[in-house]
């Protein structure tokens, strides 16, 4: 029963280093996506992917990658870490194609110094 | 620009008090809208969707509202309780993708 799962849980970085944000979900669900959650601020969409070999921008996509080699997993990368990307990064899978709630992981928070 | 907005200030009600939480937006005709549960720490998960068609949709304590001409949704929770004290997000679908953009939530509190 595990649904959606993010590791690491905290991480602290400095600036300029890259890592990597692992997700991954037991539900067969063809879309995910990453989210970055701010305060005072609605989630807002990093990237998302609607099956496996196919990946797509959301609405701040800048100074992130992603891949998407497996249904179950889609992993978030940071490629030269900003303090400005200081936030807690949230990935969801979504079973239907439309209308279907999204289900959440736990959240990695993200500091960059 | 696409906006949606939830009352930033805490609300704060007694137990077993009707709580209601608004979600306002501009510039949409969304087909469907959505609440979600976050508390502290955690990721939000999923309450109900009220699609553009449906005036009002109900799960337990919980009941939905959509007003698309006041472009407007409100969630209410009746017979409150200490255990409901969350943060509650909308979000509605943004384009023919599906994607949802979100509001920033409402903290509720619910008193003892």
């Known amino acids: 029963n595990a649904g959606v799962t993010q590791t690491p849980k905290f991480q602290v970085l400095k600036t300029g280093q890259s890592m990597t944000l692992q997700c991954a979900q037991d539900?067969?669900?063809?879309?995910m996506s990453w989210y970055r959650q701010d305060p005072g601020m609605g989630l807002r969409l990093i990237h998302y992917s609607v099956g496996a070999g196919i990946t797509d921008q959301g609405e701040v996509p800048n100074g992130y990658n992603v891949s998407r080699s497996t249904t179950e997993d889609f992993p978030l990368r940071l490629l030269s870490a900003a303090p400005s990307q200081t936030s807690v990064y949230f990935c969801?899978?979504?079973?239907?194609?439309?209308?279907?709630?999204?289900?959440f992981g736990e959240g990695s928070r993200l500091t960059v110094l | 620009s696409q906006k949606i907005e939830q009352n930033s200030e805490a609300l704060n009600i007694q137990e077993g008090k009707t709580a209601t939480l608004t979600c306002n937006y501009t510039?949409?005709?969304?087909?469907?809208l959505q609440w979600y549960r976050q508390d502290p720490g955690r990721g939000p998960v999923f309450l109900l969707l009220i699609r553009e068609n449906e005036k009002e949709k109900r799960k337990e304590r919980l009941k939905v509202t959509f007003d698309t001409t006041l472009k407007q949704s409100l969630f209410h929770i009746t017979a409150s309780q200490p255990a409901d004290s969350a943060t509650y997000l909308c979000?509605?679908?943004?384009?023919?993708?599906?994607?949802?953009?979100w509001g920033a939530g409402t903290k509720l509190i619910i008193k003892p």
């Open positions: 539900m067969n669900h063809e879309y």
């Open positions: 979000a509605l679908n943004r384009d023919s993708n599906y994607q949802l953009i």
């Open positions: 510039n949409y005709s969304p087909a469907y």
């Open positions: 969801a899978s979504r079973g239907q194609a439309d209308t279907g709630e999204l289900f």
